[in-house]
Structure formats: structure tokens, C-alpha cells
């Protein structure tokens, strides 16, 4: 059976896209992730245009963190003074973001750049996730303890100015690394049509010392209202969330990330990271040889942009 | 998709190889350069058919009952031979069902002199086109290493859609100038650059950049050249053809021009139109994006979180 999509404009196939939403969901309720990483790039594969994946990708990960969030904030794990400080500079992100996608279309390099920030996102957060799960699964074979994160450091964030007091959270710091944070990963947001959480809890954790057990909460909290904003802007400005696709992969992607989540209860999380490593950097070698290898075709036609229909 | 592609590829060349081998036992002479390119598309030469009939693209009418407007003058010996065509579907609905619409161009030949609907007296070629919008074509090359998109060339008007179906192959009915007069068949579709990209490109890169629209427009499926006997006669005057408009084709007004040739010369020519409209579900959704995009935008993200919430909740009764 197949449907026709109001924004992408084309005739897709329902099961397809279904199939693809639980792979994806599978993936994420494995490895604990949002999946957008995976969803962009793989939208784009199937040939919907790169700036309709990126503006459904940001209303998909809406509809998957939502319920996480909420649950979060039920077991009083959200910071929320220092959700609103990521998700103010988020919004500033995503607006930046969203702008320069539409400059990108008009000049034809959006496809270049999202490639581009994959390779390098991917390539660096699959590189040390792989080389932290290795070294984990080699001192354990070894019987050495694993060590854990030492708590209390000062480090040069902390000498900042516009400090506040963030009570959840037991810090005293500045402002300006979590709304710079925030920022970075709204624009990311816009851009690549992810949530930011691989690039956000390490943010968080080793550069702010947020606690571990209020870092996933507080981050959800942010994906879901920077995602919100974000798949508003993109609608305003590039006409670019198609809703009917979002929900083929919204309704694949819980059933997926159900089995997934339940699958990945099995694994250990240094296994767990390892896979998602080697996932991580298969996706970016996919990318990236996309970029270098010679195209069989050369020539790529679009309507112009800024014109009535 | 990509195997569709060439299989279809395929059965046209067949169709192609057949239509030529069956044509060239039976076809008189043709290939009479009629060269005079000065008037306007679908003006019909007046000397050749002794009484002028003039008729142009008009504004849009109710067709059907259109007919062309003949400055009738004194009839001399040979009658005129007029074209009249309609379509089977005058608005084709888009729906988010929509997986392409099959549509039929059928008229007749007013004071038909051919003997039978074999003779190859006349040709006829129907065209159906979509509305021309400026496309954009890039080419991408090699910057250290990488292939980026580095030269581009703006066409003003490209037609969206663009079939074209014949009684014989085009080039075997009529000579290039005609064709190109008329913008009958992919190589003759008027394509200008805007002006600010013609300096810096010689006429082969231009012309490499045209051939890319064609190649890229038929891998769509958006360009179509319907196999042979696209277009059949029945009888002695009347004439059918079907057009396939696939499952991408960009929604809009659709042009059908009709063309009856003679000795290679356009003697008639007759317009109709079709219409592309969404409809339903897919027509709100669409005018709710490009209307209302801040409210679409607020009605996505509802969506999204009333999607996730109640699927959470459903599952957590699954397990419970």
C-alpha cells in the first residue's frame, strides 16, 4: 500500500516506512539513544528530500523523547532550572540553525554540509565512545575495578561569571556553559535533525558535573522543548515537516523501541556502547564515502526556491 | 526503483526498434524540411493548407466544445483537414491514495483524405505538459577530494511534466526546425538560461546542462515518451492515446496540445487542458503547511506529543 506525502510530494510505500520507524525505534530502545542520528541519514537514503528529513526528523524525536520526559520529571530527576537555562539557549541555537538551512537550500549546499556535519559528528562521538567501551571491556576482563567519575573537581568552567544557583543539580556555577551548550545543540538540532543527546550528556556531565542521575531527565527535558521549538521554526520557515511521514515513523518507532528497550536489558553497557560505536562509525563511513567517491551522476535539479507554486 | 527505471527503459527502446521497423514498410515520403520557424508555437502554416486557419494558445476556455477559429475565405478544391481533440479526464484528484492517473487524449480529423487507419496519410503527436517553473541545475566536481556542488545554471521555465505520445518516432514525422517551433519532443523544449548564467558557459557546457534536465526529469519518470503506437487510429478519422501521469507528477494545470501533420508540416492544432487537484486529507494538510505554517507547526508538535504519550501509555498497560 502507499500513500502520498503532502510535503514531500511523492508516492511512498506505508510498510516501508513503518518498517524503517521500528528499526530505528529498535535501535534507540536498545542503546538508550534518540535515533535521529540514525533517521536523518537514513531518510535521505530513501529519497526524501535532505530538508524534509531533517524538519520530520525533528517532530519524530518530539513524539519519541515526550513520554521519557514526562516520566523523568515524575521521578524528580529534571533539573528544571537547569533545563530552562539549556533550553533558552537551544531555541537561540535552533533559530540560528533553521536560517542558515534555508541560506544552505538557496545556494545548494545544504546536502554537503548536513554530510559534512555527520562525518565529523559521528566519526568523533563513535571514536571515543569505541575507545571508552574498549578499554571498559578490557579492564574487566583483567579484573582491574572500573574507575567511576570523581565528584567535586574544579575546572575552568567554574570560574566563570552570572553564577547560579542550581539546586537539583547541587552546583554553584555559571550560566554561560549550560545556554552555550544548549545553544550548540539547538543549532545541531536544525541542521542535522537530531536531538543532541550524545553530544549533550557528556557535555553535561564532564564539563558541568551535573550529577549522573538528573543528567538523562534534564537533557530529555531540553531535547523535548528545543525539538518543539525547532519543528515550529522549520515548518514556519522552510515548509519542511511533513506530518504524514512523521507519523508512519512515530507508530514503527514505539512498537520498535519497546522490543528494543527490553532486548537491550540483556546486554551490558559497555557491550551496549560498543555496538553503538561500531554503529555510529559504520553510518559516518557511509556518509563520508558518499562525499568522496565519484557520483555517477554529476547534475542535480531542484525548482528554485522562493517561488510560488 | 532503480531496476523499474531500466526495465521500462528497456520495453521503450523495444517499442522504439519495433515502431521503426513497422513504420518504415508502410511510410510514404516524409521528411520534407519545412524550415519556415517564424510563427509562434501551434500557428499553422497558412500557404500549405490554402485557407488560412489561425488559431492560438489561447486563454483558458471550457474545451470540449472549443473549437478553432477559422477565418473562413471562399473554399477552394481541397477541403481542410481540422484536428479536434478532448480528454478523458478533465481534473484528476490527488488524494494521499494518489499513485499516478492514466489519462486518455482522444479527437478526430475533420475532412479526413486518408484511406484507412493504416495508410500513414497523418501523423499526429499529442503533448501534455506541466506548468514551467525555474529549475535550478547543479554539477557537482572534485575540490580537493570531496564532490561539491560548484557550477550551477538557472533555466527560466523547464516544464514540470512532459509527455509526449505519436503516431511514428518524432524525428520520422517532422524535420528539427518544425519540432523545435512547436517544442514537440524532449531535445526541442525550450529551455533559457536566465541571462546572469550565459556568460562563463560555452554552448556545450549549456548543452550538457540541458541534456542533465532531460536525463534527470526521464529517471523521475516526470519525462515520458509513450512507446510506439502512442498514439492509434481508429478508422479514418478518429484517434486515441493514453498519457501516464505518474505518482510524482507536480500538481498544476496540465497542457494537452495536439498537432496534425502532413507531408512534415503542423496542418492543425488543437489545446486542451487538464487540471491536477489535491483533494481531501492531502489538500488541507498542504494548504494548512504553505497557509498557515506557524499553526501547522503548533498542530505538528501536538501531534507529535499526543502520538508519543499514547503509545507510552499503552504499552505500559501492554506490560502491566
Redesign the interface.
Known amino acids: 500500500m502507499n500513500i502520498y506525502l503532502p510535503i514531500a510530494e511523492m508516492s511512498v510505500s506505508v510498510a516501508l516506512f513503518l518498517g524503517l520507524g521500528w528499526a530505528v525505534g529498535f535501535l534507540s530502545g536498545l542503546f538508550g539513544v534518540g535515533g535521529g542520528f540514525l533517521l536523518t541519514p537514513l531518510l535521505i537514503f530513501m529519497g526524501i528530500p535532505s530538508a524534509v528529513a531533517v524538519g520530520t526528523g525533528s517532530m519524530h524525536i518530539v513524539a519519541s523523547s515526550v513520554s521519557g520526559a514526562i516520566a523523568q520529571y515524575q521521578r524528580n530527576n529534571v533539573d528544571i532550572k537547569m533545563g530552562f537555562v539549556l533550553v533558552a539557549g537551544g531555541v537561540f541555537g535552533s533559530a540560528i540553525g533553521v536560517g542558515i538551512v534555508r541560506i544552505l537550500r538557496d545556494i545548494g549546499q545544504f546536502d554537503l554540509f548536513v554530510a559534512l556535519s555527520y562525518v565529523t559528528f559521528l566519526g568523533a562521538v563513535g571514536a571515543l565512545m569505541m575507545i571508552e567501551s574498549v578499554g571498559t571491556i578490557r579492564k574487566a576482563r583483567l579484573g582491574q575495578p572500573v574507575s567511576t567519575r570523581k565528584t567535586g573537581q574544579h575546572s575552568w568552567v567554574h570560574g566563570l561569571p552570572f553564577k547560579m544557583r542550581f539546586h537539583r543539580s547541587k552546583l554553584y556555577i555559571s550560566v554561560v556553559p549550560p545556554a552555550l551548550i544548549g545553544a550548540f545543540v539547538g543549532f545541531m538540532a536544525a541542521v542535522m535533525g537530531i536531538g543532541g543527546g550524545f553530544v549533550m550528556v557528556p557535555a553535561m556531565i564532564y564539563l558541568l558535573r551535573v550529577p549522573t542521575n538528573v543528567v538523562v531527565g534534564t537533557s530529555l527535558f531540553q531535547i523535548v522543548f528545543v525539538m518543539a521549538v525547532t519543528t515550529v521554526l522549520q515548518a514556519v520557515q522552510n515548509q519542511t515537516v511533513d506530518v504524514v511521514l512523521a507519523l508512519l515513523l512515530i507508530i514503527g518507532g514505539v512498537i520498535g523501541a519497546q522490543l528494543g528497550a527490553a532486548a537491550g536489558g540483556r546486554l551490558k553497557g559497555e557491550q551496549l556502547r560498543f555496538l553503538l560505536a561500531a554503529l555510529v562509525i559504520l553510518m559516518c563511513f557511509r556518509i563520508g564515502w558518499d562525499l568522496v567517491a565519484r557520483p555517477d551522476e554529476l547534475y542535480s535539479i531542484t525548482p528554485l526556491l522562493g517561488v510560488a507554486k | 526503483?532503480r531496476t523499474k527505471g531500466i526495465m521500462i527503459g528497456v520495453t521503450r527502446l523495444a517499442a522504439c526498434l519495433c515502431a521503426l521497423v513497422v513504420v518504415s514498410s508502410t511510410a510514404p515520403k516524409v521528411w520534407s524540411l519545412g524550415g519556415e520557424a517564424h510563427a509562434g508555437p501551434a500557428r499553422v502554416d497558412e500557404r500549405r493548407t490554402k485557407a488560412p486557419t489561425k488559431k492560438q494558445m489561447g486563454p483558458r476556455q471550457p474545451s470540449g466544445t472549443r473549437r478553432p477559429e477559422i477565418k473562413a475565405q471562399a473554399p477552394q478544391a481541397a477541403p481542410v483537414e481540422r484536428i479536434e481533440a478532448d480528454v478523458s479526464t478533465r481534473s484528476v484528484e490527488?488524494?494521499?491514495?494518489?499513485?499516478?492517473h492514466e489519462i486518455l487524449v482522444f479527437g478526430s480529423i475533420d475532412n479526413s483524405q486518408q484511406p484507412g487507419d493504416e495508410s500513414g496519410y497523418y501523423n499526429i503527436v499529442v503533448v501534455v505538459e506541466g506548468t514551467p517553473?525555474?529549475?535550478?541545475?547543479?554539477?557537482?566536481?572534485?575540490v580537493g577530494?570531496?564532490?561539491?556542488?560548484t557550477l550551477?545554471v538557472?533555466f527560466a521555465s523547464?516544464p514540470?511534466y512532459y509527455a509526449i505520445a505519436s503516431t511514428r518516432p518524432i524525428d520520422e514525422i517532422a524535420g528539427p526546425n518544425v519540432l523545435d517551433k512547436h517544442a514537440i519532443g524532449f531535445a526541442h523544449i525550450k529551455m533559457t538560461p536566465e541571462p546572469s548564467y550565459q556568460w562563463g558557459f560555452g554552448e556545450e557546457a549549456l548543452a550538457a546542462?540541458k541534456a542533465?534536465?532531460i536525463?534527470?526529469?526521464r529517471q523521475e519518470g516526470l519525462y515520458i515518451m509513450e512507446a510506439k503506437d502512442g498514439v492509434t487510429f481508429i478508422g479514418r478519422s478518429l484517434f486515441r492515446s493514453t498519457i501516464a501521469l505518474p505518482?510524482?507528477v507536480?500538481?498544476?494545470p496540465l497542457v494537452a496540445r495536439v498537432f496534425l501533420f502532413r507531408d512534415g508540416e503542423v496542418i492543425s492544432a488543437h489545446i486542451a487542458r487538464v487540471t491536477l487537484e489535491?483533494t481531501g486529507l492531502?489538500r488541507l494538510?498542504?494548504s494548512f503547511?504553505?497557509r498557515y505554517?506557524?499553526f501547522?507547526?503548533?498542530?505538528?508538535?501536538l501531534?507529535?506529543?499526543l502520538?508519543?504519550?499514547l503509545?507510552?501509555?499503552y504499552?505500559r498497560r501492554a506490560v502491566r
Open positions: 526503483m490527488v488524494t494521499t491514495a494518489f499513485t499516478g517553473e525555474p529549475t535550478v541545475v547543479r554539477r557537482k566536481s572534485d577530494g570531496l564532490w561539491i556542488n550551477s538557472i523547464v514540470s546542462f542533465a534536465v536525463r534527470l526529469k505518482a510524482n507536480p500538481v498544476g489535491r492531502e494538510l498542504h503547511a504553505f505554517p506557524f501547522y507547526g503548533i498542530f505538528a508538535v501531534l507529535a506529543v502520538s508519543g504519550l503509545a507510552s501509555a504499552f
